[in-house]
């Protein structure tokens, strides 16, 4: 399976090569829909991973529970390892809401 990191933050980029060094890193994703059968991770807009989702992609949301006072900044590798979780979002149900 394709991996493909989405993130413009080096830090997480290398952490992340790491533990999947054959995988393709992109810093936008512009058209989810030219992804399928992918494992994809990174941090995306919840449309973006239901189109990604329902085209056979697997994704993986990298989430930072970090201190107010590291908010943004740079993280290195060691305090990713600390705050850093993966969550591997399986199914979404998605409804427009109108206004």
Do not use: Q, W
């Not at 890193?25 to 059968?37: F, G, T």
């Not at 290195?76 to 705050?83: A, T």
């Amino acid at each position: 399976m394709k991996v493909v990191i989405v993130s413009r933050h080096e830090a997480t980029v290398n952490y992340l090569k790491k533990r999947f060094p054959n995988a393709d890193v992109i810093s936008h994703m512009s058209d989810p829909s030219e992804y399928r059968n992918c494992l994809i991770i990174g941090n995306l807009p919840i449309n973006v991973i239901d189109t990604l989702l329902k085209n056979g992609n697997r994704f993986v949301m990298v989430s930072l529970d970090i201190p107010k006072e590291l908010r943004g900044k740079e993280l290195n590798e060691e305090e990713l390892k600390k705050y850093m979780k993966l969550y591997e979002i399986k199914e979404l149900k998605l409804e427009e809401f109108k206004l």
